[in-house]
């Protein structure tokens, strides 16, 4: 098992266009998470998937983002008509069921730059 | 969220003990002390947690004060790959991890 894998490592998009990144967490994890992270701050919880349910949807995912986790697997967070202030990391999390552990693993992150 | 209070910044010397503190004063019985620690271009890593008893790992010890309203992660002899963002979370499992600003810390060879 090679941890949670996020792709692209790093987007760069022209303000107006839509961009959609893939997170791929670890197998039998049945709880996703996406966070948003800028410069100097730390992760800012944007959306929380429990198998293919998202249970919870921060306000700071306005309805320019949607994020998807179709089969309960693999996700997807997509930002539409990007604007300059959505340049951040895109951090996603994955966790076991809640029986087996607590702890969350993370991938490596998608870097976007909307410029 | 339950709120936690680090220090935004420490520093100390490679090889030496390094004690983090976390004050956590409105903390619920239910709240576990989670430690993620963050390394530069890295996604957050799981470090450590703990419920009332201290907690000794491989990467560091929890010593949770009586009260819980506190606790302290210790890294019992720093070296430069330690120097990261340490965040000190209150977590029910069921929950999301709400991250704080955390504490740089710095690592001196």
């Known amino acids: 098992d090679t941890g949670v894998s996020q792709n692209p490592r790093h987007k760069i998009t022209k303000r107006g266009q839509n961009v959609t990144f893939r997170c791929d967490p670890i197998s039998e994890h049945n709880r996703l998470y996406w966070y948003r992270q800028t410069l100097g701050q730390g992760p800012e919880f944007l959306t929380y998937?429990?198998?293919?349910?998202?249970?919870?949807k921060s306000r700071l995912l306005s309805d320019r983002f949607s994020a998807e986790r179709p089969k309960g697997s693999f996700s997807t967070l997509e930002i539409q008509r990007t604007e300059q202030g959505d340049s951040a990391m895109y951090l996603c999390?994955?966790?076991?069921?809640?029986?087996?552990?607590?702890?969350?693993?993370f991938g490596q992150g998608t870097r976007l730059t909307v410029v | 969220d339950a709120k936690t209070t680090q220090p935004n910044s420490m520093e100390s010397n490679e090889e030496e003990p390094v004690h983090l503190p976390c004050n956590h004063s409105?903390?619920?019985?239910?709240?576990?002390i989670h430690w993620y620690r963050q390394l530069p271009s890295q996604g957050p890593e799981y470090v450590i947690h703990?419920?009332?008893s201290n907690v000794n790992n491989r990467m560091a010890s929890l010593a949770i004060a009586e009260d819980r309203k506190s606790s302290t992660l210790i890294l019992h002899r720093a070296t430069l790959r330690d120097a990261a963002v340490y965040y000190c979370i209150l977590f029910q499992g069921a929950q999301k991890l709400v991250f704080g600003q955390g504490t740089r810390l710095t690592i001196n060879p």
């Open positions: 999390a994955s966790s076991p069921p809640l029986r087996l552990n607590t702890e969350a693993f």
């Open positions: 409105t903390i619920s019985g239910t709240d576990y």
């Open positions: 703990g419920l009332t």
């Open positions: 998937f429990q198998n293919e349910a998202q249970l919870e």
